[in-house]
């Protein structure tokens, strides 16, 4: 399939490699074995539960091992789609230009700037290709497409990331939580910490050490939540030509601005922000004064590393700075 490509096509790829695929799925079934001895008790409830647990240790290994891995390569008269499970043979198919009747873009459902490219065929069959790479240039590589197969009325997808963009945004804008939610918190936590204290009262028991211990942490949690709330939403980033506007809250929620040039960038990475690197990945940018600050979720590795090389492009980053 590489023979087959030039400089000018489009790749677009979904699915694991073997190698990453057997690290998941070891994982996977080392914590399902994990439940192996309380099949060898004499307590129904452990034994069903390490039932339960190696069969969904099972089923979680075979979807990670069978699911295939799929490229496709659009040139400009034709797409070629690969398909290869793991140990599988691959599967080819070819769909010519005069096959193709229409285009949509839908976005995804789970990440706000994942875009993949919908085919009708003159057959009716529908065909969804893997997620766009480069979320950055999501309008150019849609106008391309629809033009090398004739496609007409293609409407172009709202993108917050598209380099076209004067400001690109990730995130949302932020607001407060509006006080009454946050009363309601508090008094929640402090419900929660006062009802062990409670219920041994209500009993006749004398409460215990642990008891009397939530009170006064129940109070100290529901004052955090009161004042510093607002923290939890995040941050809103406005990329412009020459700097990046960042907008966030103040515990007692108004709102904090700060401002990032190039030459205060000391370095501009690519991380990780929770369990999977095709959904969690961010852009962090430390600056030369010490501060570090972490962009909102963008979504798999390669789509953060075409918004952190915009990034780079438009505050004029140099290189050494860029550990992209």
Excluded at 288 to 316: D, K, N, Q, Y
């Amino acid at each position: 399939m590489d023979d087959a490509t030039a400089s000018n096509d489009i790749r677009l790829r979904e699915g694991s490699s073997i190698a990453q695929r057997l690290v998941v799925a070891g994982s996977a079934a080392a914590v399902a074995l994990c439940f192996t001895p309380g099949l060898f008790t004499h307590d129904a409830l452990e034994i069903i539960i390490s039932v339960v647990a190696l069969l969904a240790g099972a089923a979680f290994v075979g979807v990670t091992m069978l699911t295939p891995a799929v490229v496709w390569i659009i040139t400009p008269e034709q797409i070629l789609i690969g398909r290869q499970r793991p140990f599988g043979k691959l599967q080819t198919r070819v769909v010519t230009k005069d096959d193709i009747a229409g285009l949509q873009v839908p976005g995804s459902k789970t990440a706000k700037a994942r875009f993949q490219l919908a085919f009708t065929l003159a057959s009716g069959e529908r065909l969804i290709s893997p997620p766009l790479a480069d979320v950055t240039h999501v309008h150019d590589t849609v106008a391309r497409i629809a033009t090398q197969f004739d496609v007409p009325d293609v409407e172009a997808p709202v993108n917050p990331l598209d380099a076209s963009n004067p400001e690109m945004r990730l995130g949302d804008p932020i607001e407060p939580f509006s006080q009454r939610d946050i009363r309601i918190a508090a008094l929640i936590v402090v419900a929660l910490s006062v009802a062990p204290y409670a219920y041994r009262l209500w009993r006749g028991l004398q409460p215990q050490w642990i008891d009397y211990m939530l009170l006064p942490l129940g109070v100290i949690a529901a004052f955090g939540i009161y004042r510093f709330a607002n923290l939890l939403t995040g941050a809103f980033w406005i990329v412009r030509e020459g700097d990046i506007r960042i907008e966030r809250l103040w515990g007692n929620g108004q709102p904090r601005t700060d401002q990032i040039e190039g030459h205060d960038v000391k370095a501009i990475t690519i991380e990780r922000r929770g369990r999977s690197e095709d959904e969690h990945c961010i852009v962090v940018i430390r600056l030369l004064s010490g501060r570090r600050f972490r962009s909102p979720r963008i979504g798999s590795r390669t789509e953060a590393r075409a918004v952190g090389t915009e990034i780079v492009r438009r505050l004029g980053i140099g290189p050494e700075a860029n550990q992209i």
